[in-house]
């Protein structure tokens, strides 16, 4: 049994994030690698590892990273976004458009699913 088998996912994505936002990326992107080695199949893992190169400005990275993220979930609406703003640093923006719209569909899919957690927010608003 690997050590990535022993703790969740969630606490992984959850220490490699406060390892990021203490400053240490690369600290981060090894944890989050080095359990999708084990875990391959760990959307927030993926999705994790591509919003932390998304801020280190390593779009390459992003995108391959959502783009695996994205291939376990197609309809998450928090990968298409990030695949809208990579798409967008990168300058294809029809392919930000794309996923831009594809966010929001998914956006509207959940209000629908959902429709009292979506008077809540309104409320907040």
């Not at 703790?7 to 690698?33: C, P």
Request: net charge negative; glycine share 4%.
């Amino acid at each position: 049994m690997g050590q990535f088998e022993k703790a969740s996912i969630s606490s992984i994505v959850e220490d490699a994030t406060f390892d990021f936002t203490m400053g240490d990326a690369e600290i981060g992107i090894a944890k989050l690698q080095a359990a999708l080695q084990e875990q391959p199949e760990a959307f927030e893992a993926w999705h994790a590892l591509c919003e932390i190169f998304y801020s280190e400005k390593r779009y390459d990275e992003a995108l391959e990273a959502a783009e695996k993220a994205h291939a376990l979930k197609p309809d998450d609406l928090f990968v298409n976004t990030s695949l809208s703003r990579i798409w967008l640093e990168k300058g294809s923006k029809e392919k930000a458009e794309h996923f831009g719209a594809q966010a929001r569909m998914a956006s509207w899919k959940d209000q629908l699913q959902n429709p009292d957690s979506a008077s809540s927010q309104s409320d907040l608003a």
